[in-house]
C-alpha cells in the first residue's frame, strides 16, 4: 500500500534522492525548479481545504510572522529531503508535532498522531473488533505492551503550559467523530497520494468509531490520563514548549528517516515549523498489532493509522495547511 504512495509521490515531485545526496552539485532541474514563480511553487502541494477539511487554526493563512518566498525555500528544501535524518524504530514512536523540547530539539524516531497512540487509535478503528470490555486507558496499555513484546521503543508527549498537550491525544473523541461525518472527504484526500480506501474498509472503520462514541467510558474523561497510562506501561515521554507554529504536512515516505525540526529551524527561523508525518511505518505498526494473519486485517489497520492522521490534521489545522510530499 505504502509502496504506491511512495511511486505516486515520485511522480507528484520527481525523485530528488539523488540530488539531495550530493548537495551544492546544481543540475539543470534544480535550476529550472528555483527559477520557479513562488505560485508555481506553491500550487504543487494539495492543502487540506482542497478536500473540505482543515477546521482548525493551525496554518499559513493565520500567519503574519512569515515571508512567503521563504516559506515557499522551506517546502521546496522539505520536498527535497534535505532535512531527512536517519532513525533507528520501524514503528511511529515520536508525534507529529512540530514543537520542540526546551532545548530545541526533538528524539530522532519516526512520527504519527500521537506518536505510538496513533498506533493505539489507528489499531482501534481499523480492528473491525465488536468488543465493549475494554476501555482506551486499557487499549493504550494493551497496545503497548504488544509492541514491547515485539522489541519496539514507544513514546508520547506533552507540553509545559496544558494537562494534555497532545492534540491527537486531547482530542481523540473529536477525532473518532471527525472520521464518522468525513470520511469521504477524508479517504478522498488519501486517495489523491495512493492510498486507496474501499468502501467496504470505510464502513467497517466508520462503524468502529461510531461504537467507541457510543461506548459508555470508552474515551477517558481526564485526557491526561491516557499519556500517564503510556507511561506506566513504559513509553518514553517528552515535553514540548511553546505555541503551535506548523506551516505544512510534511509526509514523508523515505524508509528509515525522519525530518530533523532543529534544524528546519536553524535555517528559516523558529517560527518555520512543520507537522511530521513518517508513513513509511505505519504498515510496519500495523503488521506488529495485527492479531490475526489475515493481510486484509493488516492493510486496514495501516489504513486506519493513515486516517487518524489526516483526521488529526484536518481537527488541528486550517484548510490553508498544505501537504509537502518527500518521496
Known amino acids: 500500500m505504502f509502496e504506491s504512495l511512495k511511486n505516486l509521490l515520485k511522480h507528484f515531485t520527481g525523485s530528488q534522492e539523488s540530488a539531495s545526496a550530493t548537495p551544492g552539485t546544481n543540475t539543470q532541474h534544480e535550476t529550472t525548479t528555483s527559477s520557479a514563480t513562488d505560485e508555481e511553487s506553491n500550487a504543487q502541494h494539495i492543502t487540506l481545504g482542497q478536500f473540505n477539511l482543515g477546521i482548525g487554526s493551525i496554518g499559513p493563512d493565520n500567519r503574519n ?16 529531503g534535505l532535512f531527512n535524518v536517519p532513525v533507528n524504530g520501524s514503528v511511529p514512536e515520536i508525534c507529529v508535532d512540530g514543537r520542540t523540547n526546551k532545548s530545541g530539539y526533538r528524539k530522532s524516531a519516526p512520527c504519527a498522531a500521537g506518536g505510538t497512540l496513533s498506533i493505539v487509535y489507528g489499531g482501534d478503528l481499523g480492528s473491525n473488533s465488536a468488543a465493549t470490555d475494554i476501555n482506551e486507558v486499557q487499549l493504550t496499555t494493551q497496545t503497548i505492551n504488544k509492541l514491547k513484546e515485539k522489541g519496539r521503543q514507544a513514546g508520547v508527549h506533552g507540553d509545559d503550559h496544558s494537562d494534555c498537550g497532545c492534540g491527537a491525544c486531547s482530542k481523540a473523541p473529536t477525532i473518532y467523530q471527525h472520521i464518522t461525518e468525513r470520511i469521504n472527504d477524508l479517504a ?58 506548523e506551516l505544512g504536512i510534511a509526509l514523508n515516505t523515505r524508509v528509515g528517516t525522519t525530518v530533523d525540526r532543529s534544524a528546519i529551524r536553524s535555517k528559516y527561523g523558529p517560527q518555520y515549523d512543520v507537522f511530521v508525518v513518517d508513513a513509511w511505518a505505519f504498515g510496519n505498526a500495523a503488521k506488529d498489532i495485527n492479531s490475526t494473519t489475515n493481510e486484509e486485517d493488516e492493510q486496514r489497520i495501516a489504513k486506519a493509522i493513515t486516517l487518524q492522521n489526516v483526521a488529526t490534521a484536518s481537527i488541528l489545522g486550517h484548510g490553508s495547511l498544505p501537504i509537502i510530499p518527500i518521496a
Do not use: C, P, W
Request: hydrophobic content about 35%; proline content about 0%.
Open 188 to 245: 478522498s484526500l488519501t486517495s489523491q497520494l495512493g492510498i486507496n480506501i474501499t468502501g467496504s474498509e470505510k464502513e467497517s472503520i466508520v462503524q468502529q468509531a461510531k461504537n467507541r462514541l457510543n461506548q459508555a467510558g470508552f474515551f477517558a474523561e481526564n485526557r491526561a490520563s491516557i499519556i500517564q497510562a503510556a507511561q506506566d506501561t513504559g513509553a518514553s515521554y517528552e515535553e514540548l514548549v511553546g505555541q503551535h507554529n
Open 65 to 80: 510572522d512569515i515571508d512567503r518566498k521563504v516559506l515557499n525555500e522551506m517546502y521546496q528544501a522539505i520536498a527535497s
